[in-house]
């Protein structure tokens, strides 16, 4: 054992340690450090070594050129002071000799001499200037040459316009102009141009837009022209207004209404929306209402609705707001009796504002996560019967996503952050293996003695097969297909225990018939009993639908021993099999 006392003596000395062990670290690096810089240094000092005389010649003819070239730029004015001190000793003797005008006239003509004779200075000054001069000049030439560019001298209808830099300039700018005219009393005459082109040199600021000549050629027509805005929706002219100020007030109205206040809400219009200054010719500006009123009106549109799982005709056009008729007429043939499958598109007409409304936002909220289903095989239950042993809840996870919406209608929608908040919790279900007993049968009711359970003409077709007989895992009753709204008749006498939705069975109806028998019936469009209601064999108590866990009108019929899924071909009546339908 350690004492706190010898605790304390050892820590100073690991310390201590420790920093000697950095102080040797530090040492090393400063050392290799500084042997680098010698090893550079040596190594300098043996390229001079080697190469100093060549170094030294380099050297001493750059001096040389230098010493050359500054000599022979001094020379002239070495000469030139020289010249003067010469004329200077003539001028005194001049005016010795003969007084101050002959001394005159000696300077002014040295004067010239030095400044304008053969070798003066005005010579050599500009001998010196001409290199700098031209090349001035070549510098100023080559900037013009850059700022020019070849461009089309345009001419219309035989007058000269101004340069453009391509035929679509003239085109374009011709549909604006094109555009910008709403032609009176009914009449489709059209003003009319004719182009001609010749390619010159033109400076980049000569060219025209299309929106200055659009006004060049407006202002060649013999018509009243004015300055206005001209209004595009998209690539669409509108009208030209004097005043935009109305206009804008009333699309801002349009887009309050969409707009919640969100921090980061975009709310703007799905078209482009522009005004274009310029002028206009007269008959084309219009009343700023007039254009209010194509703004805020509504159009008639037509789209197509798709059937999702669940979906009924009738049941369709509830959730469209439409009429049995109005539906036929758009979709010839559809009907009550119409065989709804998911993803079938049917065509639909409703109306939408003139300016569509794209609104993008943020929105958190939770979303439920659907859980998962685990099956085990359990010795203790007989073969066919399935038992739910833990039920499923599903969980929970908080997302933030980027909605986006036109007309108030979702049209995309991207996950930016999904958090869980609840972990969902697994269905366990138990399969039967247990092999049952031979003399199993129901036990006040015979074998194939029950009513068949669906009415109509031919009473549907057995579509699917409980599994094991033929049906998919884990299929534990029997699929009668019939049209939606067929009756659906009690199988034998007894009480509702169940008569409402009933998760993937969609409508239900459960009925106890005494003796742990039960039979069901699943996916109704509407029920007719309540639960413990007394019913009796051959009693109307649903209608066929397609309601649950389905993908077409049939009625899910089971029947159930002591909790145990059997055979329902065993105890009905034989009844016609679908093409499809597989039976072993």
């Keep these: 054992m350690v004492s706190e006392k010898e605790k ?19 040492e090393y690096l400063f050392s290799v450090f500084m042997t680098l810089l010698f090893g550079i240094k040596r190594g300098f ?17 750059i001096l040389g050129f230098l010493k050359k070239l500054g000599c022979a730029l001094i020379r002239p004015f070495k000469r030139y002071v020289k010249a003067l001190k010469l004329g200077t000793a003539e001028i005194r003797k001049a005016r010795k000799e003969h007084g101050a005008a002959k001394a005159f006239g000696v300077g002014f003509k040295r004067f010239m001499r030095l400044l304008f004779g053969k070798r003066g200075l005005a010579y050599t000054l500009f001998n010196y200037a001409l290199p700098i001069v031209c090349m001035v000049l070549l510098v100023n030439i080559v900037t013009y040459a850059n700022s020019m560019t070849y461009a089309l001298r345009l001419s219309v209808n035989g007058d000269f316009v101004g340069y453009v830099s391509s035929e679509t300039v003239f085109t374009e700018a011709e549909r604006i102009v094109q555009q910008r005219i709403n032609y009176m009393d009914g009449s489709t005459e059209t003003v009319t141009f004719e182009p001609t082109y010749q390619v010159e040199m033109a400076s980049y600021g000569d060219t025209l837009t299309k929106y200055q000549l659009a006004d060049k050629l407006l202002t060649s027509m013999d018509a009243e022209i004015e300055y206005a805005y001209g209004m595009y929706i998209g690539n669409s002219f509108y009208g030209a207004v004097v005043d935009k100020t109305e206009i804008e007030q009333t699309l801002d109205s349009l887009l309050d209404k969409y707009r919640t206040g969100a921090e980061d809400e975009i709310v703007e219009f799905e078209a482009i929306i522009s005004y274009e200054p310029g002028l206009y010719l007269t008959q084309s500006i219009v009343d700023p209402d007039s254009i209010i009123k194509v703004i805020t009106s509504y159009k008639s549109v037509a789209t197509y609705y798709t059937a999702v799982k669940g979906d009924s005709p009738i049941g369709i056009i509830e959730k469209l707001g439409v009429t049995m008729e109005e539906m036929a007429k758009l979709n010839p043939g559809y009907s009550r009796e119409t065989k709804i499958r998911v993803d079938d598109k049917f065509l639909v007409s409703h109306e939408e504002p003139f300016l569509a409304v794209s609104v993008t936002r943020t929105e958190v909220y939770d979303q439920s996560t659907d859980y998962e289903t685990e099956y085990y095989d359990d010795s203790s239950k007989y073969q066919g019967s399935t038992v739910v042993m833990q039920e499923g809840v599903n969980g929970t996870d908080r997302v933030t996503a980027q909605v986006s919406y036109i007309n108030g209608v979702e049209v995309r929608r991207k996950i930016i952050n999904r ?57 534990q009753g029997l699929d009668i297909s019939a049209s939606y709204g067929t009756p659906i008749y009690a ?10 939705w009933y998760g993937g069975y969609g409508y239900c109806v459960k009925i106890d018939h005494g003796n742990g028998i039960v039979t069901v019936y699943g996916h109704c469009s509407y029920l007719h009993v309540s639960e413990g209601q007394k019913v009796t064999q051959g009693q109307a108590i649903a209608d066929v639908g397609s309601t649950g866990d389905s993908t077409g009108n049939h009625l899910h019929f089971e029947v159930r021993i002591n909790g145990v899924c059997m055979n329902p071909i065993n105890y009905l009546p034989w009844h016609e099999r679908a093409p499809w339908c597989k039976e072993y």
């Design 419 to 475: 958090v869980t908040v609840e972990e969902p919790t697994p269905k366990i279900v138990a399969n039967g293996t247990k092999r049952p007993p031979s003399n199993a049968s129901i036990s006040n009711v015979e074998v194939g003695k029950m009513l068949w359970p669906v009415g109509g003409k031919n009473g549907g077709l057995i579509s699917e097969m409980p599994y094991g007989y033929g049906g998919y895992y884990p299929h």
């Design 45 to 61: 000092l043996l390229f001079v070594e080697k190469n100093g005389s060549r170094i030294a010649a380099v050297g001493n003819a």
């Design 8 to 26: 304390q003596i050892v820590k100073p000395v690991a310390n201590a340690s420790n920093e000697s062990a950095m102080c040797r670290l530090g």
């Design 491 to 500: 199988a034998e006498n007894g009480t509702v225990t169940l008569a409402r």
